[in-house]
């Protein structure tokens, strides 16, 4: 038991490739869902939504490799969508846990799509929070930017200031308060004790060389020559169309990667996606929001 209203158990499973990776397991029984964060977060951004949910599902948080308690991988190139949706399955199978719901913020929802588009039929439903098949550029740059470049911080308090310079925008109501809390889920201290992201800084490195790489996949998709690499579509929109399951997207309204213009693409592609705004938050929603909350909370009693 951690806390009173977060109590889970602490897990590790071994990856295909031999990492040892870390999830925590709230609740029990038949109804299980699998919350999958964002490119650098980690468990912790689900806390309050598990321990929400544990009364009525038993909810599976895992730290994707190279995040949190997990381990980093000696490889960076396995920094990838792909791999992390191959690790997610083989904690499903570990588990003996054969469908489930999958809620998944930012990279979390893009490995949702890739999960869908694998083995749909062991999805009961998903839940995306403001990520789509499209990113802006000015969004994909100003995340390049930043990821893996954050060097250590002073003190706690520095790591909060740090943390509402970059993200602020996206939280304008939240008072420093929050940013002193919120920083501890996703920083940890290095061993000189100072602040530092939790999370391998290569993967910042492996998104930018896989950027270039993109590109050129993306002319061999146009081309016909090629259309998956590791089983996973080099089209994130051929990902999109395999979600046959129902499926609820969490937009932030101030959200700069998430564009109105791609949740209509997606309503058109996916007419019985269920859409609600998040107001007053960028990328991503908290997932503690009445907005969100009351639209998980539906989504899942459907499902049921």
């Not at 920094?79 to 399955?89: C, F, G, K, L, V």
């Amino acid at each position: 038991m951690h806390g009173k209203s977060v109590r889970y158990t602490e897990h590790r499973y071994p990856s295909r490739d031999g990492l040892s990776l870390y999830y925590r397991d709230y609740g029990a029984g038949d109804d299980v869902a699998v919350c999958l964060p964002g490119l650098t977060r980690n468990c912790k951004d689900f806390e309050d939504l598990a321990s929400y949910l544990s009364g009525r599902w038993r909810v599976l948080t895992p730290d994707l490799r190279g995040r949190g308690r997990s381990d980093h991988d000696p490889k960076p190139s396995n920094y990838n969508a792909a791999t992390y949706a191959r690790d997610t399955w083989r904690l499903l199978d570990t588990l003996g846990v054969r469908r489930v719901a999958l809620i998944g913020t930012s990279l979390g929802g893009l490995i949702s799509t890739i999960m869908a588009d694998q083995q749909p039929e062991r999805l009961r439903g998903v839940v995306i929070n403001d990520m789509g098949p499209e990113v802006p550029p000015a969004a994909v740059n100003r995340i390049l930017q930043y990821v893996g470049r954050t060097p250590p911080a002073e003190s706690w308090a520095a790591a909060a200031r740090d943390a509402q310079q970059t993200y602020g925008l996206a939280f304008p109501d939240l008072p420093d308060t929050f940013w002193q809390s919120h920083v501890r889920l996703y920083w940890k201290e290095n061993e000189q004790g100072k602040p530092v992201p939790d999370f391998d800084p290569a993967i910042g490195d492996a998104l930018r060389k896989a950027q270039s790489a993109l590109k050129v996949l993306r002319w061999l998709r146009r081309a016909g020559l090629l259309r998956r690499v590791r089983g996973v579509p080099i089209d994130p929109w051929d990902a999109f169309h395999a979600l046959t399951m129902p499926c609820l997207l969490l937009r932030g309204e101030l959200s700069d990667v998430l564009a109105e213009d791609t949740v209509a693409k997606m309503q058109l592609a996916k007419p019985d996606l269920e859409v609600v705004r998040v107001p007053n938050r960028g990328h991503a929603p908290l997932l503690n929001e009445p907005a969100a909350r009351e639209a998980i909370d539906r989504f899942l009693v459907r499902l049921g």
